[in-house]
Nanobody
Framework: QVQIVESGGGMVQAGGSLRLSCSAS????????IGWYRQGPARLRDLVAR???????YYAASVKGRFTISRDTTRNTVYLQMNSLQTDDTAVYYC???????????????WGQGTQVTVSS
């Protein structure tokens, strides 16, 4: 079981930027595809962005062009760069170290504590 640690959240005004980090305590996530999810108030947890082992990425339509997911294997960290933030981006953000089979991503049932992102108008 990978112990995920998310960080980098905070409060920012609309139009601002934040960079979230996802790492693992005591283990490596370099061999996992990683998904960033978010859960806003009274909402389901939705996939925001995903990076596969090949480096291939996916973005939800609502964040495409504004968010960028990347991986630094030397730091055992996956980042989510969030630009042009909007109030609708307010949520708790979680990353998930999943598995990959035949090019398909499968989320792990284990989650970290998440990091709060609050965007004010």
């Amino acid at each position: 079981q990978v112990q995920i640690v998310e960080s980098g959240g905070g409060m920012v005004q609309a139009g601002g930027s934040l960079r979230l980090s996802c790492s693992a305590s005591g283990s490596s996530i370099n061999g996992n595809p990683i998904g960033w999810y978010r859960q806003g108030p009274a909402r389901l947890r939705d996939l925001v962005a995903r990076i596969m082992l090949s480096g291939g990425t996916y973005y939800a339509a609502s964040v495409k062009g504004r968010f960028t997911i990347s991986r630094d294997t030397t730091r055992n960290t996956v980042y989510l760069q969030m630009n042009s933030l909007q109030t609708d981006d307010t949520a708790v953000y979680y990353c998930n170290a999943g598995t990959e089979t035949d090019g398909r991503y499968y989320a792990s049932p284990y989650w970290g504590q998440g990091t709060q992102v609050t965007v004010s108008s």
